[in-house]
Structures are given as C-alpha cells and as structure tokens.
C-alpha cells in the first residue's frame, strides 16, 4: 500500500502516435499522461531521442548523481549529459497537450507525426524516420552522443566502491 500522499508509479508501457502543432504542443494518451504525472521531465537520451520522465523517477536520477562530489569532474561530465537539454518543469494544459521546447524538439529532430514509446520508467518520442534509421542500426545510430554517456558513466563505475 502507498504512503498517504505518494502516488503508486506504474510503469510507461505501448507505442502511440501523436502530432506536435506548430506551437511544440504533442497530446499524449490517457495512460502516458496519468502515469507522467502533473508535472513531468523531458531530456534528450543517450540514444538522441528525447525521454519523458515522470518526476519522481527525474527526482531520484538527480538524488543519486548529486549526491557525489560535485568537484568531481566525472559525475559533472555525466549530469552535464543528462540535464544541459532538459526541462522538468513540462505540465499538460486543459487538452491534454504538453509544450516542449524548441530547444528539446530541435534536439530530437522532431517536427510534426511523433511516436511515443512506453519504456517502463520512461517514455522516448521519436521522429518516425529518426526511429527508423535507430532500428535500422541501433549500434551506429547516435553513436557519438551514446558513447559519450558510456565513457563518463564508466568514469563514474571506476570511483564506486567494488561489491
């Protein structure tokens, strides 16, 4: 049973298609939006897509990467990453839309048909042919951006105690 007050978080699940309008506006379904929550995150992934992030899973990325010295220039690497394209602070307007940001939508190429794809503590909006090109060689694709993320969280799994 959960506390008084804390919301049970289910995970993000199913593929949907929506339309970003020529303001940034994208309407999730019912189940995306409740299981987002209120208010919500969205970063740019280590794949290139941008990830939606409900904010106690968000909460809880920045809790453990904070928690480490922030003079440590591997764990500043890695937050650099994650947080220099965000916004947590996205919330639904009275029909159901979120606005995200031109910056987010430049970042993760999206323009108009978006897929959104439920991936349990997140949810990935892609441009079609971005997911394309990612299915077509998920290895290649982004490699750069991905590579990136794995050196500074390698940097980061050398400095941790060993079980």
Do not use: H
């Amino acid at each position: 049973m959960a506390e008084a007050g804390k919301r049970i978080l289910l995970p993000l699940i199913n593929k949907d298609e929506a339309n970003l309008d020529d303001k940034g506006r994208l309407l999730f379904s019912k189940q995306k939006r409740e299981r987002l929550g209120d208010v919500f995150a969205i970063s740019l992934c280590d794949s290139g897509c941008l990830a939606a992030y409900p904010l106690e899973i968000w909460n809880a990325m920045w809790a453990r990467i904070s928690s480490y010295d922030p003079l440590d220039l591997t764990f500043r690497k890695y937050a650099e990453l994650l947080y220099n394209v965000a916004d947590d602070e996205v919330k639904f307007d009275p029909q159901n839309r979120a606005t995200i940001s031109k910056s987010l939508r430049t970042e993760g190429k999206l323009t108009g048909k978006v897929l959104i794809f439920g991936c349990g503590d997140r949810a990935e909006l892609w441009d079609p042919e971005e997911r394309r090109k990612y299915e077509e060689d998920k290895a290649a694709y982004a490699r750069d951006r991905r590579e990136e993320y794995e050196r500074a969280w390698l940097q980061i799994a050398e400095t941790l105690p060993r079980r």
